[in-house]
Structures are given as C-alpha cells and as structure tokens.
C-alpha cells in the first residue's frame, strides 16, 4: 500500500490523478494541500482525504508520495520540498518551465533517494500502446519520419499568466508527443526548429508553434503544438502521430473513439470520447513501482529531455534558425 | 496528365484537337485514337500542322525546350506544373512566351478544385477571421511515370518539387507571399522509390504554414486541408468526404474486395481549368493563375529542396 499526497489542485489533470488513486486498490490518497484554500478543502472533502493547510504539514503527515500538480513554475520548490521529505514524486508537465530548474529536480530526487516520475500519460494510452507494440515489432520497419500534433483550446487562468506557466501552447503542449516520439524512436533529439506566434489570442503568450526536430538517428519530425482549436470545435483538442516507416505508416489519431452529440441544449456539437481512461495506467504504473521499490516507467531525465526541446523551441524562434541540442548553459 | 487534358479538350465545342506527341520514341497512337485525334512523331511535326495552343504535359525536364518550339511557333502554351525544374528555366520560358507574344498558364489545378477554391473565398470573406496556423497534407504511393523519370530527383525533384507544389501555390494564392521556409524530407533517397517531406513556411501575412506531402503512403491518393484563425477554422477532411463508395462482393464468401471511393463532380476540376485558359485566350483576359504564379510556387518548392539539402532557413524575397 503506497499513501499518498496530492499537492495542489491548480493543474486540471489533479482531479482525475486523485480519481485514479481511489480506483487502486494498492494506493491511498491521505493527504491534500493547495495554496487555494477553498479548492483544497473541496477536493479532500470529494477525494476523502485529509486536508493540510500547508505543503510541510502535508510532507509530514506520512506520506509515500506525493502528485504535484500545482502551477509549472512552481514544480521546483515543490518537488525540492517533497525530495527533502524523503517522499517520491509524480509530477505534473511540464517537469518544469526552464532547463535549469528540470536539471535541479533531477538532481535533487536522485541525491534524496527518492523516485521522480514525469507525468506523461500519453504512454498509456492504449492506442498509443498498440502503435508502440506495433513499432517494436518491426511491423513499419525503420521509422523515417514522424508528423504530430497535439492541439488545444487555450486553457486560459493561469495558463496565460507567464509567470506562473513559463509560455504559451509550447510550453504546454510540445512535452507530451516529444516524449511519445523519444519513446518511439529510442533516440534523442538533436535539433530544433520553431516557428510561433500569437496570431490567435494576439496576447503576451504564444498560442501557434509549429515544432520541426530532427533526432540523432536520422529521424527528422514535426510537432503542431498549438492552441488552435476554436471554442467552437467539438472536443478539447488533439494528440495524432502520423509514423512513416519504410515498410508502412502508422496512423494514430488518439483521441478518435468519440460519440458525436449534436446538442440543442449546448447549441453545438460536442465529441463524447468513450476511450480508455489513459491517467489510470499512469498512476498505476506510479504507485506500482513506488510499492515494489522498481524504477518508475518514464523519469525526470525523460521530462528534463522534453523540457530542452521546449527551450530550444523558444530559442530558434528567437533567433529563426535551428538550435542544436544540447544548448550550451 | 496528357490523356486526362486530351479529355477536356474534346468535350470542348470551341476547341479542335490538332493532335498530339510524346518524347518518347513511342509515338502515342493509340492515345490520339482514344482522343479522336492524329498522332505525331514529334512536337515539331505537330507544330508544322499549325496549333493555336500548345498544352505541354511531358515530364518536367522536357518542359522548356517544348516550350520554347511552341513559342517559336507562335503557339499560347498552357504547361503543367512546375513549370520548369529550376528557376532559370522556368524565367526562359516566361520571356519566350512574352517575346513572341503568347500566353504562358501553368497549370496549377488546385486552384479549380471546387474545395480549394471554396476554401479562398470563405477565408477572404473572413469566414475564419486573422489566418493564423495553415495544415495540408498531400499523399500518395509513389507515382509511376515515363521511364521511372520520377525517381530520378535530378529530373523530377521528389514530391516537393512536383506534388506539394500544388499547396505552395494555393497557400501563397490565399495568404500572399512565403517569407521563409524550413523544411525536412528523404529527397535523397527518391530513387528508392519514396519520398516524404514536411515544410514550415511563415508567411508575410503572419500566418504560419506546415505541408506534409507523402509518396511512401499505401492505401491510395489523400489530400486534406485545415485553415485556423482567429476567429474560426475550416477543415477539408479529404476522402473522409467522398460521397460514393463502392464495394463489390468478390464471389469468394462475399468477403469483397477493396472500396473504391468516389467523389464526383458535375464539372471537373481539370476541364474548369483548361477552359478557363481557353476563355482567357478567347477573350484576352487575365488568368486566376499566371506564369509568375508558377514561377513563384517552383521559388517556393526549390527553397523547400534547399533547405532539406542544407538544414538551414531560406528566405525568400518576394514582397520584401
């Protein structure tokens, strides 16, 4: 039995986390700190779990682990905090707004002991699952090249807040189909290429990125990671990969196992997805490893490696070139 | 492409089809039969019997030297895209034409199919308010040709310079001229029979662009198209929405073999296009598309082919 806290509730993915842990019959979710007080005792009164007014007296009360889901520039102070505990982390992405920070958290984890676990739950996703299965197998042959998206609404609150998440839809979205793609490939990225903009919102942050990477086994790949879905669009937004091997293609569009409602009550239609449940195998595989003392699936390192195409991504835009990876500090 | 124009023209009352050549040693018989037309040995025994207008659908190498017969002849030319392989030739071509007083229209198709253009006009009726992020996507197996000329990237320059052109120009027809481009693709490895290229361009406009073109794609001829705003989106789905789809049942269990999809038209895209240039001659007017438009889709393409060649950023200095 791994007891566990959750840390925050700022990051929409928390509620679900805290869903999937009552699921588990070998986690169980004590403790709830959120610097909101109101959204705090609101979820540990749903979640059954002990409300703590601050995050030391969460870390105290004995917990495993803990989830840590508050605001992205916050992720630091927060796994420090949690790795000083003596406590393992499964944290929210992206693992952190700058490389600096991710490389802190990393090194910090190890030096305590404990396990940090990057939140990618894309991994799980059994669709995503079957393409990974169907790459090992060699049923595409050597992957060439990989196109992916992963498009959104913009969320707005403190996702727009630049201080509190570090950027715009490249730092919320580029993350999780670069590690689908690391973890494909088994390769790294060498080189980034980034064109932005904020051509939809016209705010402070940037809500198109258009991604091109190149991996230092010859793949070369792009990745859509903007908010560009439109209020009007019928789901929140997307995760596709189109993977191009020399044997054949794989398809993947993972969010496709919808109903369609056309709703007069809501004025629009709206995709109801009757998929699999992908935070489940997440937090599982999390708790799993924590209870038997294994490595967790997906690290720090891994969330550190999506963090630096991140930064690489805003640097190319910068300076509208192609930025090698790794950058120099 | 020859056939498929052949087959415009004859359904055309104003239009008499003098006949038609190839490059090849073969002369294209049984083609003029199908057509109703005489064959001839070469472009220069067709020219002696005197067209107005010569439609130049050979492979992309042999584009200027017909080009430069027909005008010499004094014949309008209508070419198919890209006009020429480089950007010298495609320059040659345009100052023939205009020396000898004839009409050059590259035929860049995409702009009659009633989808693409659809897609124009609602964007520049603000249907999807500021363009912001543009995708396409173009995709076949690899294309069989004359001599495999296609696999020779020298002659044909891969997908990027013959089939994701098309988007180039109907990109650049909507949002105006490519600032930049950024591009990766296995040009290099055409000769083995596939290709697949993905390219950024940031338009002058503001929009930015992604064109994913395929030829290593199984299954069959897909095209898509999404348009994001500011202020809404407009998405083409591709064979998502063909119309007809027939399924024949094989005899063996009723298993059945493969759908055809379908998506027929009332007029088609190629014959719209050809008679809009024979309109264009007719009544001297100005075409929706103009050699320089050609010329500035191949400047598009080629800085595509540069930057997958070269792993850098090329500008472009249309607009500039």
């Keep these: 039995m791994v007891t566990v806290g959750m840390m925050s509730f700022a990051h929409m993915h928390a509620a679900s986390y805290a869903a999937c842990l009552k699921g588990l019959p070998n986690a169980r979710l004590a403790a709830v700190a959120d610097d909101d007080e109101a959204r705090g005792r609101e979820m540990a009164d749903r979640f059954g779990a002990n409300y703590y007014a ?28 949690a790795a000083a505990a003596g406590k393992h982390v499964l944290c929210e992405k992206p693992l952190a707004t700058n490389v600096v920070d991710a490389m802190a958290m990393v090194a910090a984890c190890k030096q305590a002991g404990v396990q940090l676990m990057t939140a990618f739950p894309c991994r799980f996703h059994p669709a995503m699952q079957r393409v990974k299965a169907l790459v090992d197998e060699g049923k595409i042959g050597r992957i060439l090249a990989i196109r992916g998206t992963n498009r959104g609404r913009n969320p707005g609150g403190w996702f727009i807040e630049l201080e509190k998440s570090g950027g715009g839809a490249v730092m919320d979205h580029t993350v999780h189909v670069t590690d689908l793609i690391r973890w494909l490939t088994g390769a790294e990225v060498s080189e980034v290429y980034a064109e932005i903009g904020n051509l939809i919102n016209h705010g402070a942050f940037e809500d198109v990125g258009f991604l091109t990477l190149q991996l230092d086994n010859g793949v070369f790949a792009t990745l859509d990671s903007s908010w560009s879905r439109p209020k009007a669009y019928p789901f929140w937004g997307d995760v596709t990969l189109e993977v191009v091997g020399e044997a054949g293609v794989i398809s993947m569009n993972m969010f496709a196992q919808n109903l369609v409602l056309y709703s007069d009550k809501a004025g629009c239609v709206q995709w109801a997805n009757w998929g699999s449940n992908m935070d489940l195998g997440l937090v599982r595989a999390f708790v799993d490893a924590i209870e038997s003392g294994t490595p967790v699936p997906i690290t720090g390192e891994d969330g550190l490696k999506a963090v630096e195409v991140v930064a690489a991504a805003y640097r190319s835009a910068d300076k509208v070139a192609p930025v090698q990876l790794p950058m120099p500090s | 492409m020859g056939a498929t124009h052949g087959a415009a023209y004859k359904q055309m009352p104003d239009v008499t089809l003098v006949g038609v050549c190839d490059v090849g040693p073969v002369e294209p018989t049984r083609l003029a039969d199908n057509l109703g037309t005489r064959s001839f040995p070469s472009l220069e025994a067709m020219l002696q019997a005197g067209p107005q207008v010569v439609d130049i659908c050979v492979p992309t190498p042999w584009h200027k030297e017909c080009c430069l017969a027909a005008a010499s002849a004094g ?30 229209f590259p035929a860049h198709v995409l702009r009659f199919f009633p989808q693409y253009a659809s897609a124009k006009a609602m964007i520049d009726d603000g249907a999807i308010g500021t363009p912001a992020a543009i995708r396409t996507f173009r995709g076949d197996g690899f294309p ?104 024949l049942r094989d005899g063996q269990g009723g298993q059945g073999g493969v759908p055809v999809p379908e998506s027929p038209l009332a007029v088609d895209p190629y014959y719209a296009e050809l008679r809009h240039f024979v309109d264009c001659l007719t009544a001297g007017a100005t075409p929706i598309v103009t050699a320089e438009d050609g010329y500035r889709a191949l400047e598009i393409a080629l800085a595509a082919l540069e930057s997958i060649q070269t792993g850098r950023v090329i500008a472009l200095t249309e607009g500039a």
């Design chain 1, 54 to 81: 601050s995050y030391e007296a969460l870390l105290g009360s004995g917990v495993d682990a803990v989830v840590i889901c508050t605001e992205n520039a916050r992720h630091r102070q927060m796994t420090l905090l």
């Design chain 2, 75 to 104: 014949c309008h030319v209508i070419c198919e895209k890209p006009l020429a392989r480089t950007l010298p030739d495609a320059r040659a071509m345009i100052d023939a034409c205009a020396n000898a007083g004839v009409s050059l």
């Design chain 2, 144 to 247: 069989q040709g004359y001599e495999d000329w296609y696999a020779d990237f020298q002659k044909s320059g891969g997908l990027v310079l013959d089939m994701i052109i098309h988007d180039f120009d109907w990109l650049r027809w909507c949002f105006g001229p490519v600032q930049r481009v950024f591009a990766k693709g296995l040009a290099s490895r055409v000769h083995e029979h596939r290709d697949y290229a993905l390219v950024t361009l940031r338009m002058r406009s503001g929009p930015i662009c992604h064109v994913e073109g395929t030829w290593t794609h199984p299954g069959g001829f897909n095209a898509t198209l999404e348009a994001v705003g500011d202020a809404g989106m407009i998405e083409f789905a591709g064979s998502a929405t063909d119309p007809v789809h027939v399924r």
